[in-house]
């Protein structure tokens, strides 16, 4: 594997401790290799001693010497500009080395950790080195960090450019939140179940939410965040794609192409509401207190521009235009500097259309609905909200909830989702990542949302450690709902 921007957090905090925890369980071949490219002048030993640093501070597993021994046998360093074609040569050098040395035979998987304007670059440099082309029996593959373009037009462009390279299926474009158990168990809840898939649909749901709320703001990565904003960040592919999970139909096996199919189905169904000023809703959080500690407004972030209008909270509406969904309204949030850390996605139902407890101390409308929510971080698992009889009362009515833990449950703890994404690309099985088709879909959907925000000026501000601008809730209030605490 070729990690292009070895140097960043990314690399650093995600993918080598992921690569190390995989070699740990015994999931990698002994001869495996890892080959970093940056610009710093490093030698092979010094850029050993950073993926050790990195695999001590951040791997799941426990280190192991012997483990690290055998690892570190395959790793090299090569240093040199996204541009250089020189670089790229000795690149080629190195891996045909590698390939003799350690038997790697060829099969080679780039991965792109590095900003979405250097992937032009680095395709074109690996195609013109003789990179991209596999022997009989290897292969070369690729793996592309999001944000995949910063609109439709953009995403169509790089995927020419990608694709005329390398062959759809070498092309892994890799969301982290698909990898993780708890998006998996969805369907496995969904579709392994006779439980939840009957009132799966507008006859029982009235509504579906989906939040992924960060109580940090965004640190050091003003470079980075600025101009891009919450929306592109996050929804139009972590919480698109957890849509279109939860909303999907079943699929005729777990193959790639069957699930990937759904997801296209379903991804072309979407539409947003007709008044995009009542069903989104935009902000940026505002300097003041959280946990306890004063903490900076966005636009008093170091790096940030006085007047940007780059939104920290974005949160939006979708509808389904099919007979599952027709109906239910989608509601999808994210955030900086909310109230914790957490994301969720929660099947809101439809009230019971009789309640005999008219009389009971609990008046029965204060009961709020049922609900099945899937929590994907920070704890992963699952709850059912429902009412119970309170013991020893008359006729009480109180919530309850049940709940499901992957650590309570199982013995093992869940891989961190690097570990599956990157086994499976070594695999060379594609289930979890979306394709260029889901990726344009996506941006047909939020493209028109970042229009109308370019024409309404400066975001609103919101408290930090609130849950966002009173726009959200006005738009929650518009339907006559209103938004889940987590």
Do not use: C
């Amino acid at each position: 594997m070729v990690i292009f921007g070895v140097t960043g957090d990314l690399a650093r905090k995600k993918v080598m401790p992921a690569i190390y925890d995989l070699a740990n369980r015994g999931l990698l071949p002994p001869n495996f290799a890892l080959v970093g490219f940056a610009r710093r002048d490093y030698e092979n030993q010094d850029f050993a001693q950073i993926v050790h640093d990195a695999v001590r501070e951040h791997s799941r597993t426990e280190f192991r010497e012997e483990v690290w021994a055998q690892l570190s046998e395959g790793i090299r360093y090569v240093a040199g500009d996204l541009g250089d074609p020189k670089a790229f040569q000795e690149l080629a050098r190195v891996l045909g080395e590698l390939d003799q040395n350690r038997g790697t035979g060829g099969n080679h998987a780039y991965y792109f950790s590095i900003p979405p304007r250097f992937f032009p670059v680095v395709t074109e440099q690996l195609q013109a080195a003789g990179l991209t082309h596999s022997d009989k029996g290897a292969w070369n593959r690729v793996i592309i960090e999001k944000p995949f373009g910063h609109d439709l037009q953009s995403a169509q462009d790089l995927n020419k450019i990608v694709d005329s390279v390398f062959p759809a299926d070498a092309v892994f474009r890799i969301d982290h939140y698909l990898g993780k158990e708890t998006v998996q168990n969805m369907l496995a809840i969904r579709f392994a179940n006779n439980l939840y898939e009957p009132i799966w649909n507008n006859n029982f749901v009235d509504s579906i939410q989906i939040t992924m709320a960060e109580d940090i703001g965004i640190g050091s990565r003003a470079g980075y965040y600025d101009g891009i904003g919450a929306a592109r960040d996050v929804i139009q592919n972590h919480l698109i794609q957890l849509l279109a999970l939860v909303a999907m139909e079943e699929p005729t096996g777990f193959s790639a192409a069957a699930v990937r199919a759904e997801k296209e189905k379903v991804l072309s169904s979407m539409v947003l509401p007709p008044d995009l000023s009542k069903h989104t809703a935009r902000g940026q959080y505002a300097a003041g207190w959280q946990a306890g500690v004063e903490v900076k407004g966005y636009l008093q972030e170091d790096g940030i521009p006085a007047d940007s209008t780059t939104e920290t909270f974005a949160a939006i509406r979708v509808d389904i235009e099919n007979r599952r969904w027709a109906g239910v309204p989608f509601y999808v949030r994210t955030g900086k500097r909310l109230g914790r850390r957490v994301t969720e996605v929660a099947v809101i139902l439809k009230r019971a259309p009789h309640l005999p407890f008219q009389s009971s101390h609990t008046v029965a409308k204060e009961l709020g609905s049922n609900a099945i929510v899937f929590r994907i971080q920070p704890d992963e698992g699952m709850t059912v909200r429902f009412a119970a009889k309170v013991p020893g009362t008359r006729r009480e009515i109180r919530n309850v909830n049940m709940d499901f833990q992957y650590g309570e449950s199982f013995t093992q703890s869940s891989p961190e989702a690097y570990e599956r994404l990157i086994l499976d690309v070594l695999l060379g099985e594609p289930p979890l990542f979306p394709q260029h088709t889901e990726v344009e879909l996506s941006w047909k959907i939020l493209d028109p949302v970042l229009a109308h925000w370019a024409e309404q000026g400066q975001p609103e501000q919101y408290a930090s450690g609130g849950w966002g601008p009173p726009s959200a809730y006005q738009m929650m209030a518009n339907d006559g709902r209103s938004w889940r605490r987590p």
